[in-house]
């Protein structure tokens, strides 16, 4: 029996539901159609825990979610700034870090894309249309498995690699952007608005995010099982 990747998905959580915890099952499908066992962490901030963490699973996804606390990227919070979540804010940074000193395989959707910019040194728009970035709406209502809008692929990028593709449609539900790249991170796509739509560090094997939502488009669209099969293979290697 072939051995298969544990991929370590990090929690959701809602002030709807306040003590719950949860993972869409959009991440698992594709993890698991891909050739792996998608595994939902919980939060802690306990260091020898995150470290044991770290070491115990073959990659991790950060999953998509509330806003990110703009005190992690030293600004004060805008009227404009929706549900934060503390916890996740805290441990997700912590482990980040431990994991991009491993090198382990890391793949960011939409927050997760945001919270890998944050950690490493970057900033975000905390609301795209109240500070007039796009005239673009990045906020789509469903269905959520079809493309929004395009999205540029640039060339000798991990993303190109992966789909061989310079323009890919993609879906959209978020209203904060990547303001500034963190240092040693690279943007690999924009929207035609000029937001970045993906990023990774060309210094690790596979250190990656993407803002929209791949998992929703699995099953429709070869760049999004592109993206999670490459995933996978790395997180076997």
Same mark, same amino acid.
């Given at each position: 029996?072939?051995?298969?990747?544990?991929?370590?998905?990090?929690?959701?959580?809602?002030?709807?539901?306040?003590?719950?915890?949860?993972?869409?099952?959009?991440?698992?499908?594709?993890?698991?159609?891909?050739?792996?066992?998608?595994?939902?962490?919980? &939060? !802690?901030?306990?260091?020898?825990?995150?470290?044991q963490i770290a070491k115990t699973f073959d990659a991790f996804l950060?999953?998509?979610?509330?806003?990110?606390?703009?005190?992690?990227?030293?600004?004060?919070? !805008?009227?404009?700034?929706?549900?934060?979540?503390?916890?996740?804010?805290?441990?997700?940074?912590?482990?980040?870090?431990?994991?991009?000193?491993?090198?382990?395989?890391?793949?960011?959707?939409?927050?997760?894309?945001?919270?890998?910019?944050?950690?490493?040194?970057?900033?975000?728009?905390?609301?795209?249309?109240?500070?007039?970035?796009?005239?673009? $709406? $990045?906020?789509?209502?469903?269905?959520?498995? #079809?493309?929004? $809008?395009?999205?540029?692929?640039?060339?000798?990028?991990?993303?190109?690699?992966?789909?061989?593709?310079?323009?890919?449609?993609?879906?959209?539900?978020? $209203?904060?952007?990547?303001?500034?790249?963190?240092?040693?991170?690279?943007?690999?796509a924009f929207s035609e608005d000029g937001i970045i739509e993906a #990023?990774?560090?060309?210094?690790?094997?596979f250190f990656m995010g993407v803002q929209w939502h791949p998992e929703?488009?699995?099953?429709? &669209?070869?760049?999004?099982?592109?993206? &999670?099969?490459? &995933?996978?293979?790395?997180?076997?290697?």
């Open positions: 029996m072939t051995k298969k990747p544990l991929i370590a998905i990090t929690p959701q959580v809602t002030a709807d539901e306040p003590g719950r915890i949860r993972i869409l099952d959009g991440y698992y499908n594709s993890i698991s159609k891909s050739g792996g066992i998608g595994c939902m962490l919980t &939060f !802690t901030d306990d260091i020898d825990a995150i470290k950060f999953s998509g979610g509330v806003d990110i606390d703009p005190s992690y990227y030293d600004e004060k919070a !805008t009227p404009y700034l929706r549900e934060t979540s503390d916890a996740r804010d805290k441990f997700e940074t912590l482990l980040l870090k431990e994991l991009i000193s491993m090198d382990k395989p890391v793949l960011g959707i939409c927050r997760g894309l945001q919270i890998i910019n944050v950690t490493f040194g970057g900033t975000l728009y905390q609301d795209i249309v109240s500070q007039n970035v796009s005239h673009q $709406h $990045h906020y789509m209502s469903e269905p959520y498995n #079809v493309p929004y $809008h395009d999205a540029k692929v640039l060339p000798n990028t991990l993303l190109y690699d992966i789909t061989g593709e310079t323009v890919i449609g993609v879906n959209s539900r978020h $209203h904060q952007a990547i303001k500034k790249i963190a240092p040693h991170f690279l943007p690999m #990023v990774y560090n060309p210094d690790k094997k929703d488009m699995y099953d429709g &669209f070869k760049h999004s099982r592109e993206i &999670f099969k490459r &995933f996978i293979e790395e997180a076997k290697s």
